[in-house]
C-alpha cells in the first residue's frame, strides 16, 4: 500500500481531496504509473476494469493543467459517451481541490450548436469520443495546438470499434511535443503497433491482473 502523499509533486490540498473522496492509498496501477506520468512521461498501461485507471491520468492531467491559461490543455479519448461521462465526472472529482478548471465533455448524438458554444471559451480539458472530436477539428470550432497531455483511454476498445483513422488524424492537429498516456484493459497487437507510433519511449506498466 503506497499513499498519495509518497507523490511529492501533488499539493497538499489535493492529497485532502482524495482522502476526503475515500482514496486513502494508491491502486497498483496508480502506484506503477503515477511517478513517471508526473514526471511528464509517457505512460502505456494495461490493467483491469476497475483498477483506477482514471485517476491514474487525471492526477497527471490535472498536475499539468495551467488554470490561468484559457486554452485547452489536455484531450482525453473514450471509446464511447457512456465512458467519456464517466471520466469527465471523475476528473470533476479531482478538479475540487483547486477552482476554475474547465472540463467539456464533446460526444456525438448531442448538438453540435451547442458544443460549439461551449467551446467559445477554451475548455482546459476535453474528454470526448474521436469521431466527434475530428468533427471539431475539422469545423475548427476545437484547436489542440496548446495541448500538453493526450490520453486514449480504453485504447484497444477505441481499435475495436474502428476508430484508428480518426485517432490518427486527431493526432496530426496536435503537438508533437506532448505527454502521450495509453490506458488499456488489454494488450492486443494493434496497441503495441499505435503505442510505438503515438509515444516516445514510453513506461510500461502491467499490473499482472489481466482482464
Ligand atoms: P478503470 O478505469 O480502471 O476501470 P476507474 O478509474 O473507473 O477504473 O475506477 C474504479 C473505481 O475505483 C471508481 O469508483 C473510482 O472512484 C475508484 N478509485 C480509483 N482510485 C481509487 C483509490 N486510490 N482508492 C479508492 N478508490 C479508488
Ligand atoms: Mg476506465
Not at 26 to 46: W, Y
Not at 62 to 87: F, G, I, K, N
Not at 135 to 156: F, G, N, S
Request: hydrophobic share 40%; with cysteine; proline share 5%.
Amino acid at each position: 500500500m503506497t499513499a498519495f502523499s509518497t507523490l511529492t509533486q501533488l499539493p497538499a490540498s489535493q492529497i485532502d481531496n482524495l482522502n476526503e473522496l475515500g482514496y486513502l492509498a494508491m491502486t497498483p496501477v496508480q502506484a506503477a504509473s503515477l511517478p513517471a506520468i508526473l514526471e511528464g512521461r509517457d505512460v502505456r498501461a494495461q490493467a483491469k476494469t476497475g483498477s483506477g485507471k482514471t485517476a491514474a491520468f487525471g492526477l497527471g492531467v490535472m498536475h499539468r493543467v495551467d488554470a490561468s491559461q484559457y486554452v485547452t490543455q489536455a484531450l482525453v479519448l473514450c471509446p464511447t459517451r457512456e465512458l467519456a461521462d464517466q471520466v469527465t465526472k471523475e476528473l470533476r472529482r479531482l478538479a475540487r481541490f483547486t477552482a476554475n478548471i474547465k472540463i467539456l465533455t464533446l460526444c456525438g448524438g448531442q448538438p453540435v450548436g451547442a458544443q460549439r458554444d461551449s467551446l467559445l471559451h477554451a475548455p482546459h480539458i476535453v474528454v470526448g469520443t474521436p469521431g466527434r472530436i475530428l468533427d471539431h477539428l475539422k469545423r475548427e470550432t476545437l484547436k489542440l495546438d496548446a495541448i500538453t497531455t493526450l490520453v486514449l483511454d480504453e485504447a484497444d476498445r477505441m481499435l475495436e470499434m474502428g476508430f484508428r483513422e480518426d485517432i490518427d488524424m486527431i493526432i496530426s492537429h496536435s503537438p508533437q511535443q506532448r505527454q502521450t498516456l495509453l490506458f488499456s484493459a488489454t494488450w492486443p497487437q494493434a496497441i503495441a503497433h499505435i503505442s510505438q507510433k503515438i509515444q516516445r519511449d514510453p513506461l510500461t506498466v502491467e499490473t499482472g491482473d489481466v482482464s
